[in-house]
């Protein structure tokens, strides 16, 4: 009976103190995979993405990324950057977003992204840029 008391009072409470990590494998609702690798304690990581879908005929190929979290392991909620250099296109998608913990213990990362893509003449830049959001769920 104490252990179930002590269960029902502690599991809650543990969750919802829980802080966000962005280390471990993502996918989002187009079904592109992300891998962030550990966050050192400057907040710097690093990773490899894996894109379901592409701008371009050219094969996919899994892409590095880089960025940066602030205030790593202080933050529930933290917020974070990175950049993915695509390696089978000429583009750079630049992500931004924040970490999100639920009282379940469910991490989400909602996001905003902005993909430039070459474009031959400055007179194209008009057209160069997409925008989009994007929510990655845990998936290990
Ligand atoms: C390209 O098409 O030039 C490179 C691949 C771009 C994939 C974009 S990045 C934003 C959006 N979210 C994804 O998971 N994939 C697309």
Request: aromatic content about 10%; some cysteine.
């Amino acid at each position: 009976c104490c252990l179930l008391l002590t269960l029902a009072l502690f599991v809650p409470c543990h969750a919802a103190s829980r802080k966000c990590d962005l280390h471990g494998l993502w996918r989002n609702e187009l079904g592109s995979n992300m891998t962030v690798l550990a966050v050192n304690t400057a907040g710097t990581f690093s990773g490899s993405y894996h894109t379901a879908v592409a701008a371009t005929n050219k094969q996919i190929l899994v892409s590095p990324l880089q960025g940066a979290q602030q205030h790593p392991g202080a933050k529930r909620h933290p917020t974070f950057g990175f950049t993915v250099q695509w390696q089978f296109s000429d583009s750079t998608t630049a992500f931004v977003g924040q970490c999100f913990v639920d009282h379940r213990g469910k991490e989400t990362l909602e996001t905003m992204w902005l993909l430039r893509e070459e474009v031959l003449s400055h007179k194209d830049t008009w057209k160069a840029t997409r925008v989009g959001t994007s929510i990655f769920t845990r998936i290990k």
